[in-house]
């Protein structure tokens, strides 16, 4: 049995109530320090400690790298194999090195979507699409240099969405526990099958007990299951999402600044760049989750 387990009610409280009491402690604490790491991507032992804690209670933890802007793409990888990421996925428009560089493209593929636009992006996880052997578990978020204006994250656990789900009513997660509940349609690109249809459901269990997530608020693109407990709980979800809740994080990271996460929910607002402040982020896509040994 696991916390996840709709059967077992008093596992899942105390770790709802464990999540809970550590959020709001974080809420008095301030802000979260945000953790230091050596410019070539070296995390000192007690910075270490400091984000494995963070992941433990929040499943994200935000970092400054000393030293150059310039030398930071080089110290990504490095920073992934510290956290025990293995694998990284490689979506269509990433480097050579799997890396992916997001600032605003005119021309290509990439500015189709809108990630490479200077659009705001509504809630999602990272790889909501992509087939179930390659899920998205983790990811870094890396701010080379950050817009003129705008650009912040808006940043949202999924074990707290997943609580508030229980809470107001446990068939909703039955609903978004169905396999096929919400399904992406194939990707066709000048008459070329990029990706097939992929089904499956919002919450996952992992092998360790730990829950992921994979949505996204867009109406395009994604079908829905039409029964009315899944269209209620997605109701519930979408007010939970618009809603001032204090378990949503707003933070604008700096150039040189990045979140560590286990592939929680977040946003982008809408940017402007100009000629000295054009808006450069560096994104890493693991299919495993963060293990700090
Ligand atoms: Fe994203």
Redesign the pocket.
Known sequence: MSQLDLGDQRAYQQWADAKRAAFDQRQSDDFAPVVDIDGDGNIPPPALQIIAQQIARYNFAIYRLQGKVEDHLASLRNIGRQLGLKEMDKNLCAREDRITRLTVQDQGRANLYI?YTNKA?GW???GYYNPMHQRVLA?V?HCEQPAAEGGDNQLLDPDLVYIHLRDENPMYIKALTQPQVMCIPQNIEDGELIRPQTCSAVFLEEDDSALSMRFSKRKHNIIWAEDALTREALDCLFKFLESDTRYIINYRLNAGEGVINNNVL?T?SAFVDDTQHKRVYY?ARYYNRINIQ
Request: charged residues 30%; without cysteine.
């Open positions: 990630p992006i999602h996880t990272d990811m978020l977040h982008r994104r």
